[in-house]
Antibody, heavy 118, light 110 residues
Framework: QAQLVQSGPEVKKPGASVKVSCKASGYTFDNYDFMWVRQAPGQGLEWMGWISPNTADTKSAQDFQGRVTMTTDTATNTAYMELRNLRSGDTAVYYC???????????WGQGTLVTVSS | QSALTQPASVSGSPGQSITVSCTGSSTDFGGSDSVSWYQQHPGKAPKLIFSHVGGRPSGLSDRFSGYKSGNTASLTISGLQPEDEADYYCCSYTTTNTVVFGGGTKLTVL
């Protein structure tokens, strides 16, 4: 059974960077893509980007271009998302989720709360 | 990129059926199979409940069904149950291989 386990909560100061990890198990890692999604408190889901572990192709949302880097490590079946130059508006729960050709996304990681505060 | 448009809230009584709509522009829908739907209970991660590719995930109730025509997709939940009370999000891949979510719909089971 596929499962994604994310790293723990983070507290960062404005201007800092955060790197969230997402360890996959229960399926062939490079047969599926990863998508990163965030959810600010009380708000909806916001797509950040996707990465293919097989080809290393990535695509990020325009709002995050230049600030986000997505990578995967096929040796450890882990995906990473780094967000730089954090501001208070980046306070949110960040989710990784497995995707198949962008047509469906399942399962989701448990979420990682990133708090940006001075 | 703007979110897909969903109603902010819908409600229904146990046993009834409800439908949630999801509207976008032509570029928001990359194909006939581009839309998927997610359920999110408070404090929990979202969960896939329907995809136009392969329908619903194995083990999930057939009370959830989806439909798409033109620039509008819809999710129907039949035989409403109290545990269906949650937020529902549509999602689509676009013509430029980005992804867009709907703004979310809060379902209240009366």
């Amino acid at each position: 059974q596929a499962q994604l386990v994310q790293s723990g909560p983070e507290v960062k100061k404005p201007g800092a960077s955060v790197k969230v990890s997402c360890k996959a198990s229960g399926y062939t890692f490079d047969n599926y893509d990863f998508m990163w999604v965030r959810q600010a408190p009380g708000q909806g889901l916001e797509w950040m980007g996707w990465i293919s572990p097989n080809t290393a192709d990535t695509k990020s949302a325009q709002d995050f271009q230049g600030r986000v880097t997505m990578t995967t490590d096929t040796a450890t079946n882990t995906a990473y998302m780094e967000l730089r130059n954090l501001r208070s508006g980046d306070t949110a729960v960040y989710y990784c989720v497995r995707g198949w050709r962008l047509k469906w996304f399942d399962p989701w990681g448990q979420g990682t709360l990133v708090t940006v505060s001075s | 990129q703007s979110a897909l448009t969903q109603p902010a809230s819908v409600s229904g009584s146990p046993g009834q059926s409800i439908t949630v709509s999801c509207t976008g522009s032509s570029t928001d829908f990359g194909g006939s199979d581009s839309v998927s739907w997610y359920q999110q209970h408070p404090g929990k991660a979202p969960k896939l409940i329907f995809s136009h590719v392969g329908g619903r995930p194995s083990g999930l109730s057939d009370r959830f069904s989806g439909y798409k025509s033109g620039n509008t997709a819809s999710l129907t939940i039949s035989g409403l149950q109290p545990e269906d009370e949650a937020d529902y999000y549509c999602c689509s891949y676009t013509t430029t291989n980005t992804v867009v979510f709907g703004g979310g719909t809060k379902l209240t089971v009366l």
